[in-house]
């Protein structure tokens, strides 16, 4: 489905990958205010639970404001990496280079699963599903190798 062909239709979206442990620590603090909030509504004791609850909630609302969505969309001259309230766009004709990664910088990514792509003034890390037919893409499109 996102495999390049000679005449490439922009936009083409990518999705991230999302890694399960990375989801489970992202997770680990609402369920946890849940979890003790609980415990303290069964001990009657409804306003720390109600707390709790408010903070896990806000915990998750903060979450999914710098993370929701996260993909990656070729257009015809950038690539556009949106990860929540971070957007930006990476010129296609400022690629050097392509490659896969699994690097632990921080990155809008939620995989570990990364592909690192290089311009002549930063590097960036993105996880799409398809880290094939991401680099294939962007090589065809940035005539790289």
Do not use: H
Request: hydrophobic share 45%; with cysteine.
């Amino acid at each position: 489905m996102n495999e390049p062909s000679p005449a490439i239709k922009t936009p083409i979206r990518y999705e991230s990958a999302i890694d399960l442990w990375l989801l489970m620590l992202l997770m680990l603090s609402p369920v946890v205010a849940v979890v003790i909030g609980g415990y303290l509504m069964v001990n009657g004791r409804p306003g720390d639970a109600s707390l709790l609850f408010l903070a896990g909630a806000a915990t998750l609302l903060v979450q999914g404001i710098f993370v929701v969505p996260c993909r990656y969309t070729i257009l015809e001259d950038a690539v556009s990496v949106r990860c929540g309230i971070l957007c930006y766009q990476i010129p296609i004709a400022e690629i050097q280079s392509i490659e896969k990664s699994s690097s632990l910088k921080s990155a809008p990514a939620l995989s570990l699963r990364r592909v690192r792509i290089q311009t002549k003034k930063r590097e960036y890390l993105v996880s799409p599903k398809d880290r094939e037919g991401f680099i294939a893409t962007i090589k065809q499109m940035a005539k790289l190798d």
